[in-house]
């Protein structure tokens, strides 16, 4: 089964400045790659998703795939304490089927 | 668009009765999945559904169930409950250009089910 690992932080960043969030995969097959914040209380919301073929640009956020090393990371540009919430990494094992990262809290304090 | 709806939001059972729940997914999202949320395991697969059948199962005992109707709409079945199976039950729906391919999964607000 393929395995998707994240630092469990809580990752505290200061308004402003960019968060960096890492979550490394098992599978060096794996094609794309899924990020989901979560609020607490609610349910997973899909910020942002990329495919094999590159990184990807999506307002403030940013996905990047470092294949050879087997990570992808998501950068969150001029933080706000909205920010602050648990993302999760998830890497899709076998169709629909999402294997997901144990997540990372993210604090922006103001 | 409306979002996937889930019903209902909380639910209280007593360990050795069953469960159902609900999940309408997104209009046009032939794909359904199901993911059990907990503070100890994270998110973990339960089953996804595509055109009433049945593509993917996690690791999950039998007596954990579910299907599909015509419409899209799933449920899932939980029988003789234990104390473990209380969590979030989340459902996600995802619209399929390729068959077999992964596509984005967009999650309901889930179901806080709570078993004493």
């Known amino acids: 089964q393929k395995e998707v690992e994240q630092n469990s932080g809580p990752l505290s960043v200061p308004e402003g400045a960019i968060a960096s969030l890492n979550c490394t995969y098992s599978?060096?097959?794996?094609?794309?790659f899924f990020w989901y914040r979560q609020y607490s209380g609610k349910s997973p919301e899909l910020i942002m998703f990329i495919y094999s073929n590159g990184d990807k640009e999506d307002g403030r956020f940013t996905a990047q795939l470092n294949k050879a090393s087997q990570y992808v990371s998501l950068l969150i540009r001029d933080s706000q304490p909205s920010d602050s919430a648990t993302y999760l990494c998830?890497?899709?094992?076998?169709?629909?089927?999402?294997?997901f990262g144990a997540g990372t809290i993210l604090r922006v304090k103001s | 668009k409306a979002g996937v709806t889930q019903t209902p939001r909380y639910l209280i059972k007593t360990r050795g009765q069953q469960v159902t729940l609900s999940c309408s997914p997104i209009?046009?999202?032939?794909?359904v999945s199901w993911y059990q949320q907990t503070p100890g395991q994270g998110l973990q697969f339960l089953f996804e559904?595509?055109?009433?059948?049945?593509?993917n199962k996690g690791n999950f005992p039998g007596r954990f169930s579910g299907r599909q109707f015509s419409n899209s709409r799933s449920e899932m079945n939980v029988s003789t409950l234990e104390l473990g199976d209380s969590a979030l039950y989340l459902c996600a729906s995802s619209y399929e250009l390729q068959l077999g391919s992964s596509y984005e999964q967009y999650f309901g607000p889930g179901t806080r089910l709570t078993v004493t």
């Open positions: 599978d060096r097959g794996s094609q794309s």
């Open positions: 998830a890497v899709p094992e076998r169709g629909n089927k999402l294997v």
């Open positions: 209009s046009g999202h032939r794909s």
């Open positions: 559904y595509f055109s009433e059948t049945q593509r």
